[in-house]
């Protein structure tokens, strides 16, 4: 075969028409519109951004343990016994979630598996408290659930073994009671000292103090000093972040203003001087810092798009988020070229801070302008300024694209229905047809029905899930044999599921590809069925009862030459703000 041109390398790019000429006809030059020179929005097939996405993941979290008190005494010349000066331990860094703009994948998370927090430094002589550890803030993409799986808190397992050791403790000490009645009692009779004092020596080994283990020592003590040690109760501490109630359950839904709190950090240990009292002028011991909390959390991406897209597989759904938005989705000729959710972010702002479209047109016609911004790209969205208007303007929208749709794909045909997951949550579905691949209302109602199939199984396992909520365990759950399985509250009468929570949203067509000749009577077919569904003559495609049927429009579109994509922003706004 004679050597083609690279289109993607060469300096003026071939156009497709000159690789014909050429009388060359690689499998490259076929991916491309043959008729229409190469550009951005009919790329060659390797212009395209690689996008790592991942979906779900599963991770786990650790807080930063407390720094370990410190003991210190001030030594100077002439002060022989200086008072005692270790300063506390920092406290662990808390992990934070926050979900931002900008990011539309776990993909990052995904490969990370393990977050940590910093630890508490400990704490130093003269006073000098540990620094705190470092807070993390995990960020991820606006739509990310959160569940927690599992908590591993230490401190609730120490609890549990402070009482069990007080427990001891207490038996001890009653023991030892009994043994000094016991003693007084004989001697009172008269048996004999020595008798008296066997009594007392046949008690047990005393138990290990409940609480010693949260102690460091002093290093140089003496056997003699560590035997006589008697270690403090603990102080009661205020905390300044309180752990997060088991167990999380986050729907990261909107940008979250701040930080939200996963895990806090362990308290850090207390320096020697908060011991001293009047018995115990030098406490040879300080406190630990607390372990920290380790979580394992499973992240899920819904993506929030505000419009997903809908079609067929080769309808131009890629192509027309590249009209609209600066994406680099691949684009090709041939069915399932996505297979990764795109998203795309149409920019409403002029960049200079300040937004130059109102979120509500003011009258029925709204009096935006579009431009195709040549330096970003992106489409600008133009109106004049209206004063006392809608407060907070819509600044951007994002689009969905997902991988084509096929006949039988809730029968996992296909790449299956998955994907509709993304586009479940859009504020504005938009089914992208094709006007050169047949019948457009037969491809929209079949699109439709695979759609009200996906939402009815998802309001069956969202039911499913809510029964299973309610099932409790009877006893503490620990021992399953004995427990025995009640429902909690007796399950609501079964609602059959209708589909309503998709169908309910408002859609509109995009009639793409219509510059190709011979479309024309396909789109006034589809015009005349969506007139007659809006008009109620006909069903709504879905054949859903109550479904969104107020004005179902169809856009027609080129978008392999950007041409009419400004309607269909037009069209979004005004369906995302009613
Ligand atoms: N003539 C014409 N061709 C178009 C238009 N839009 C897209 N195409 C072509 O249609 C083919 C498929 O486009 P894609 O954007 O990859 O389609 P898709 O819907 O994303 O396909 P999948 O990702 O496989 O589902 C490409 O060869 C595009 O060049 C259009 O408006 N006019
Ligand atoms: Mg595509």
């Not at 799986?149 to 073994?161: A, G, K, T």
């Not at 047109?361 to 302008?369: A, D, I, L, Q, T």
């Not at 040549?374 to 994002?398: D, H, L, M, W, Y």
């Not at 029964?467 to 009877?474: L, V």
Request: hydrophobic share 35%; net charge negative.
């Amino acid at each position: 075969l004679p050597r083609v041109p690279r289109a993607g390398f060469s300096t003026s790019p071939p156009t497709s028409t000159s690789i014909a000429e050429n009388g060359s006809d690689s499998t490259e030059t076929s991916t491309t519109n043959d008729a229409i020179p190469v550009s951005r929005l009919n790329p060659p097939p390797d212009d395209y951004a690689i996008s790592s996405f991942a979906d779900k993941a599963r991770i786990t979290i650790l807080a930063g343990g407390g720094g370990h008190g410190c003991i210190s005494f001030l030594r100077e010349a002439f002060l022989a016994n200086g008072p005692a000066n270790g300063g506390d331990g920092g406290h662990g860094g808390n992990v934070y979630i926050q979900a931002v703009h900008g990011e539309n994948s776990l993909h990052k998370l995904a490969r990370r598996r393990v977050i940590r927090a910093g630890r508490g430094k400990t704490g130093q002589g003269s006073n000098r408290g540990g620094a705190r550890g470092e807070d993390v803030v995990i960020q991820v993409p606006i739509g990310t659930v959160v569940r927690e799986i599992e908590r591993i808190d230490p401190m609730d397992e120490e609890n549990v073994l402070y009482r069990q050791a007080r427990e001891k403790e207490r038996e001890y000490e009653k023991l030892v009671r009994e043994a000094e009645v016991a003693a007084q009692a004989s001697e009172e009779a008269g048996v004999g000292e020595s008798e008296a004092l066997r009594l007392t020596i046949d008690l047990p080994e005393p138990p290990e103090r409940p609480n010693a283990h949260k102690f460091v020592l002093y290093p140089g003590m003496s056997p003699g000093e560590r035997r006589n040690l008697s270690l403090p109760r603990l102080p009661s501490r205020e905390r300044l972040y309180a752990q997060p109630e088991p167990s999380i359950h986050l729907d990261l839904s909107v940008a979250s203003p701040r930080p939200i709190l996963l895990a806090a950090g362990g308290l850090g240990g207390l320096g020697n001087p908060h011991f001293v009292s009047k018995d115990r002028p030098r406490p040879l011991f300080a406190t630990k810092g607390e372990r920290a909390v380790r979580m394992q959390l499973e992240l899920e991406l819904k993506l929030l798009a505000d419009v997903g897209f809908v079609g067929l597989p080769n309808a131009g759904k890629s192509t027309l988020l590249r009209a609209l938005t600066r994406s680099r989705a691949r684009v090709g000729n041939w069915a399932f070229t996505t297979l990764q959710p795109n998203i795309g972010t149409v920019v409403l702002d002029n960049h200079k801070g300040r937004p130059i479209v109102k979120s509500r047109s003011p009258g029925p016609s709204p009096s935006h302008s579009v431009i195709h911004d040549a330096t970003f790209g992106s489409v600008v969205v133009s109106n004049q300024p209206q004063i006392g208007e809608a407060p907070e303007p819509r600044k951007r929208f994002t689009i969905a694209d997902i991988p084509g749709l096929i006949e039988g794909a809730h029968l996992d045909r296909g790449l299956g229905i998955e994907f509709l997951r993304h586009v479940e949550r859009a504020g504005v579905l938009a089914f992208v047809i094709d006007l050169n691949a047949g019948d457009a209302v037969k491809a929209l109602k079949s699109l439709w029905t695979e759609v009200g199939l996906y939402a009815r199984m998802r309001e069956d396992e969202e039911r499913e899930r809510e029964t299973s909520e309610r099932i409790d365990w009877q006893g503490d759950g620990t021992n399953l044999a004995t427990g025995r399985m009640i429902i909690a509250d007796l399950p609501e009468p079964v609602a059959e599921p209708t589909g309503l929570h998709i169908a309910a949203k408002p859609w509109f067509v995009i009639a793409t590809k219509g510059d190709l000749p011979g479309t024309e009577e396909n789109f006034k077919k589809l015009k005349e069925y969506l007139d007659a569904v809006t008009n109620g003559k006909e069903r709504h495609p879905s054949n859903v009862e109550h479904a969104w049927t107020e004005d179902c429009q169809a856009i027609p579109v080129s978008a392999i030459h950007g041409q009419g994509v400004d309607r269909i922003v037009h069209w979004t706004l005004e369906l995302l703000d009613d």
